[in-house]
């Protein structure tokens, strides 16, 4: 099992800033994959970064130059930064990890850049 809390969402102006946090604990490991995505109203979940077994990172078309995902692996947690943000950032972010061929999410934390 794996457990998931993100935190660090929040209301900000377009061009601002925001950083995502997201603590694992349980059968989490330093080569599991582990990333974000997110759910904008009316839309599909769509993948924002990842950063995949082996250390490769992938990020949605729409985010790269401007969102950076990282990992601390001594205290199982995953970041998102992201710069200059814009109303269509907007949406529900979810953090996942993947463990023993499991997929985990966690709960959502909302991110709302206004014009």
């Known amino acids: 099992q794996v457990q998931l809390v993100e935190s660090g969402g929040g209301l900000v102006q377009a061009g601002g800033s925001l950083r995502l946090s997201c603590a694992a604990s349980?059968?989490?490991?330093?080569?599991?994959?582990m990333g974000w995505y997110r759910q904008a109203p009316g839309k599909q979940r769509e993948l924002v970064g990842i950063?995949?077994?082996?250390?490769?990172?992938n990020y949605a078309d729409s985010v790269k130059g401007r969102f950076t995902i990282s990992r601390d692996n001594a205290k199982n947690t995953v970041y998102l930064q992201m710069n200059s943000l814009d109303p269509e950032d907007t949406g529900v972010y979810y953090c996942?990890?993947?463990?023993?061929?499991?997929?985990?999410w966690g709960q959502g934390t909302q991110v709302t850049v206004s014009s």
């Open positions: 996942y990890a993947e463990s023993r061929r499991i997929a985990y």
């Open positions: 349980g059968s989490i490991f330093g080569n599991n994959a």
């Open positions: 950063i995949l077994s082996g250390g490769r990172i």
